[in-house]
């Protein structure tokens, strides 16, 4: 871990150097993600389990699925499902994942890439590792990603983008030390390839042992960063952050009784460190989660469920 690598990361664009003058956000919470399964029955790490709701808008989940080395046999995956409200981003790391949904998008992902499924108003999709791969086994690390739509948005079409590792912006720290793979979103002036129905930043960094990243934050942006390896610390006060830890920044824009956000957030490594850091603004509006939809009431999640069992959030494309 990870596949997408570069020898010299000096060769890339930089992030600016850190400026003294420069705001940096404090942490607000440190939480380990409680482990669990998902699917058929594959172990995941639920990064945001922990953390108060009103820190995480608008982000509803976030799963580290793996790091698991399968024998012949035990590769699972999640079976046909539906889904409406959301987006659902799968960024796999290690291994192969193969999707396919009601709307005929799908494809295969693997080592860096990422698929980009907008649910909308409705539709059905599975994904899971390929036959060979279930056949042979194999390494499977990888994680999940949860991005709600504003009301006005979550009827909108279902949509599936593809994107493949290559794609991805690749950045360095401004001294080389950490290198950056920007996934989505606007980061120093480089846009990731992701498009986004809500305004966030998802990112993929690897920080050198003793090294640090300082990177600019927009300031209507929330800040996650979440351990998939590693160890080292996270913010201007130095907080240890070790694997299966997530860390809140504060700043959460103009929100009522929320503090104001900083411009940079940092984090430093003790051992090689891989982190998933995303931020996004806010939606702010009330949400309604159950199974797999996510909606503003209780009488859209009710909706919801009475359009699936009608069969009106898709059907399964024959074999």
Known sequence: MPAVTVENPLSLPRLPEPVA????????????????FEGEGFPVRRALAAIK???LD??????????????????KGTPWHPHRGFETVTYMIDGVMEHLDSNGGGGTITNGDTQWMTAGAGILHKEAPPEWLVQQGGLFHGIQLWVNLPGAKKMIAPKYQDIGSSSVALLSSHDGGALVRLIAGDLAGNTGPGSTQTPITLLHATISPGAR??????GDFNALAYVLSGRGTVGTERRPLVSGQLAVFDGFGNRPGLTTAGETITLSAKD????????????GEP???YG???MNTRAELVQAFEDYQ??????????
């Open 21 to 36: 003058e420069v705001q940096g956000r404090k942490v607000l919470a440190v939480e380990t993600a409680p482990s669990g």
């Open 213 to 218: 990243l300082t990177m600019p934050w927009r």
């Open 310 to 319: 009608a069969g009106r959030l898709g059907s399964i494309p024959a074999a």
């Open 272 to 283: 090689t460190m891989e982190v998933i850091i995303l931020g996004g603004r806010p939606i």
């Open 58 to 75: 608008p982000f509803v989940m976030m799963d580290q699925m793996g790091e698991v080395d399968y024998a012949a046999g035990e590769p």
């Open 287 to 289: 949400v309604a989660h």
């Open 53 to 55: 709701p009103e820190y």
């Open 292 to 294: 797999p939809f996510v």
